[in-house]
């Protein structure tokens, strides 16, 4: 790579770092400012002022701010998430399984989505102002109109309810088979394949007509190849960029938008670690989530724009 090229490429890495730092601070503060006391939640109302302010000084809550940040930062920064204040359980510990629960599902709905857009972008340009192209157009921006809740609820109802074909509910743990994970979490991965395919859809398609206008592309259809082959061996290959970079897009989606999905489903992963310590005012627990989930979206933002950098050809080929 030349010069200008991994200028560029550092550039990104640095700034998705400056992203992440300046997010920690977002989310500390954020949490500073919830209402109510911690310790009051953990040891109740009925605790005696001489509880609340042990387990205040016990929990550090009394140093400055600015002090319990750079204690958080530093546990972050040597891989130590700190301790629930619920439980007493290690948060590395209990998230690593809720981790690789959410990047199962995750993973699942992008083996689905992403090939299913891709080829559906190529037909509906393939078939454009046709009966196939509006019919995937009107079918997948159905989709995306309806809310994640509602469509999971829908499915419950008439899949899991009244069809009995998938469990309603997506529980998943490790004594299972592969097949029997797949057979749990069919509904939630339906749901999040249905939420990405229309953008994905509708990216893939746009990127495609755009690269159709070029003055080559008319070439090669002015020398008699079909217009399968045109947009297949020329349309595609040029138009990969953006449609890497809306993927990339909707996979940090698939990773930290699975909040409300999981909650549906009642599904073991990091949506629903969060959303119960919430409810709990579990501070550390919240801020693990947080920072995780925006380290997971800033990676992987900052991934489509390395790769949009590498995909240029003017940048890998200067004059």
């Given amino acids: 790579m030349n010069a200008s090229l991994l200028k560029l490429v550092a550039q990104r890495l640095a700034l998705g770092l400056m992203l992440i730092f300046f997010v920690s601070i977002l989310i500390f503060a954020g949490t500073q400012m919830l209402p109510g006391d911690v310790a009051q939640a953990i040891l109740g109302q009925s605790a005696t002022p001489e509880a609340l302010a042990n387990l205040r000084a016990e929990l550090g809550l009394n140093a400055p701010v600015y002090q319990r940040y750079l204690s958080w930062l530093v546990g972050l920064l040597h891989g130590d998430l700190g301790t629930s204040l619920t439980n007493g359980q290690n948060i590395a510990t209990a998230i690593e399984g809720r981790l690789s629960n959410t990047l199962f599902l995750a993973g699942c709905a992008a083996i689905i989505s992403v ?4 080829i559906l972008g190529l037909v509906s340009v393939l078939y454009r102002n046709r009966w196939p192209d ?10 995306i109109s309806v809310p994640e ?15 009995g074909w998938a469990p309603s509910v997506a529980m998943i743990n490790s004594n299972m088979s592969f097949f029997a994970k797949l057979h749990a979490i069919a509904l939630p991965v ?3 394949v249905m939420v990405v395919l229309a953008h994905m859809m509708r990216m893939t398609r746009a990127a495609l007509l755009n690269v159709m206008q070029s003055a080559y592309i008319e070439t090669a259809e002015l020398n008699g190849l079909s217009r399968f082959k045109v947009i297949w061996r020329h349309a595609f290959p040029n138009a990969i960029a953006p449609i890497v970079n809306v993927v990339m897009l909707n996979m940090a ?18 949506g ?11 501070v550390p627990v919240v801020q693990a989530c947080g920072i995780i989930f925006a380290a ?10 390395i790769f949009s950098i590498l995909a240029n050809p003017r940048l890998r080929h200067p004059r």
Avoid: C, W
Avoid at 138 to 143: E, F, H, K, M, P
Avoid at 272 to 282: E, F, N, S, T
Avoid at 296 to 305: K, P, R, T
């Fill in 272 to 282: 629903q670690y969060l959303v119960d310590h919430v409810a709990k005012r579990d």
């Fill in 149 to 163: 809740f509602m469509l999971s609820y829908i499915l419950i109802f008439y899949i899991g309810v009244q069809l």
């Fill in 253 to 270: 989606y698939l990773v930290v938008g699975v909040v409300v999905v999981e909650v549906v489903f009642v599904y073991p992963g990091m």
């Fill in 190 to 192: 339906t749901v999040l």
């Fill in 115 to 118: 090939p299913l857009a891709i």
């Fill in 134 to 143: 509006k019919l995937i157009s009107t079918i997948t921006l159905a989709s």
């Fill in 296 to 305: 997971v979206y800033i990676s992987l933002n900052m991934l489509a724009d």
